[in-house]
């Protein structure tokens, strides 16, 4: 089956320890995207991937890191440095983001993780 | 500004009853993509349906349906004869074609009761 596969489903981190969630799709996509999201809001933009070993930040970067070695897998590393960490994180792929794509653009997310801090 | 709004934090119908989802959007590009997503419980978000800002004809995919009218800068989703099943958390988004963000709406949470 095609998709997005996310995982843990659910991880539990002590203050101060670095952990990463792992993104991998079998879609064939080139563009990959993290997500937060917490209680009542709608989604935050993380980081951001259009190709392989090129990344951006997105609007709230800070305290996150990223990796895009491979096409298939975009982990997201959530370092000490992130004040409230506790949210459930969402991975996305679409195909490569062009002006005026009419089609491809549409994104598609896997199943999450949430991540809470003890 | 880009912004999306969904002023329905919460709404509880009785299964079979028709439901409309407002979303309201700003942008001043005249270029843009609208999308609306479904979270049901399990956290994962669902593609409902993508519309280009050229296009503004209706759309109807079963018991769902779009209503997109750029004079008022609103694309409602409307459920008719709602089913438990249908209760979730609903997302508009945005993205103009400049950019390849995603800007979401804060959700409206639909609770459908038997």
């Known amino acids: 089956d095609g998709g997005i596969t996310q995982s843990p489903k659910y991880l539990f981190r002590k203050e101060g320890q670095n952990v990463t969630l792992s993104c991998e799709q079998n879609l064939n996509h080139d563009a990959m995207y993290w997500y937060r999201q917490d209680p009542g809001q709608g989604l935050r933009l993380i980081y951001y991937?259009?190709?392989?070993?090129?990344?951006q930040k997105g609007d709230i970067a800070e305290g996150y890191s990223v990796s895009r070695e491979k096409k298939e897998s975009f982990p997201l590393t959530v370092t000490s440095a992130q004040k409230n960490p506790t949210a459930f994180y969402l991975c996305?792929?679409?195909?490569?983001?062009?002006?005026?794509?009419?089609?491809?653009?549409?994104?598609?997310f896997g199943p999450g993780t949430r991540l809470t801090v003890l | 500004a880009q912004k999306v709004t969904q002023a329905q934090t919460e709404i509880s119908v009785v299964e079979k009853e028709d439901v409309t989802l407002d979303c309201v959007y700003e942008?001043?590009?005249?270029?843009?993509?609208l999308f609306w997503y479904k979270q049901p419980p399990s956290g994962e978000l669902v593609f409902l349906i993508r519309?280009?800002?050229?296009?503004?004809q209706n759309e109807i995919s079963g018991r769902y349906s779009w209503n997109f009218q750029k004079s008022t800068s609103s694309f409602n989703f409307t459920i008719t004869a709602s089913q438990v099943v249908d209760s979730a958390v609903y997302f508009c988004a945005l993205r103009m074609d400049s950019s390849y963000k995603l800007i979401f709406g804060s959700g409206t949470r639909l609770l459908v009761r038997p």
């Open positions: 996305a792929s679409s195909m490569k983001w062009l002006a005026g794509a009419l089609s491809t653009d549409t994104q598609y």
């Open positions: 519309r280009n800002s050229f296009d503004e």
């Open positions: 991937s259009q190709i392989v070993n090129d990344f």
């Open positions: 942008t001043r590009d005249t270029t843009y993509y």
